[in-house]
T-cell receptor
């Protein structure tokens, strides 16, 4: 079953912060975050593994709450280049690498 | 980072013809590759999992006789859309994984192929 992402869309001014959530009805083993720009392939951002870890990459970080079966992506001091559609991909176990992707969150950063 | 290429990037064909899309891992070997389909403003829908040297595993609702997948080597998987029809028009994306086929390894995506069937 497809994970649910929220919000579906968000518009920010440059420098503002945003949070994107990804929730699953099933237990999660790992959560993978990607960003896709229009007409291009998704680009890998980070993986979070079971164990409730947090990760960060410059001003983009994420957390994984396995009890709540959800992950959140935090965009701090957003830049114009952050615009795109963010997808979370979830794996429910460690057998194989099949991911189920959420519906996506469209983020637009304006000057 | 890992590089995955796809060819062609765009293809326009007539209804009833077959189209082959190639997916290559350029700087790593990929035991497993995945084929996705994406409609405008929608999510990635997994079509099939392609394993080198064995038959592909298709997701429910995907016709294996229509979408032929061949994973002949550790760096190449092909998707052939047979007898294409306008409803097959879509953005097809492949991905490849590095690692031992566990969910701790991520997938690296190709640039996608835009298929338009007239």
């Amino acid at each position: 079953q497809q994970p649910v992402q929220s919000p579906q869309a968000v518009i920010l001014r440059e420098g503002e912060d945003a949070v994107i959530n990804c929730s699953s009805s099933k237990a999660l083993y790992s959560v993978h975050w990607y960003r896709q720009k229009h007409g291009e392939a998704p680009v890998f951002l980070m993986i979070l593994l079971k164990g409730g870890e947090q990760k960060g990459h410059e001003k983009i970080s994420a957390s994984f709450n396995e009890k709540k079966q959800q992950s959140s992506l935090y965009l701090t001091a957003s830049q114009l280049s952050y615009s795109g559609t963010y997808f979370c991909g979830t794996a429910n176990n460690n057998a194989g690498n099949m991911l189920t992707f959420g519906g996506g969150t469209r983020l637009m950063v304006k000057p | 980072g890992a590089v995955v290429s796809q060819h062609p990037s765009r293809v326009i064909c007539k209804s009833g013809t077959s189209v082959k899309i190639e997916c290559r891992s350029l700087d790593f070997q990929a035991t497993t590759m995945f084929w996705y389909r994406q409609f405008p403003k929608q999510s990635l829908m997994l079509m099939a999992t392609s394993n080198e040297g064995s038959k592909a595993t298709y997701e429910q609702g995907v016709e294996k006789d229509k979408f032929l997948i061949n994973h002949a080597s550790l760096t190449l998987s092909t998707l052939t859309v047979t007898s294409a029809h306008p409803e097959d028009s879509s953005f097809y994306i492949c991905s490849a994984e590095i690692g031992r086929s566990t969910s701790t390894d991520t997938q690296y995506f190709g640039p996608g192929t835009r298929l338009t069937v007239l």
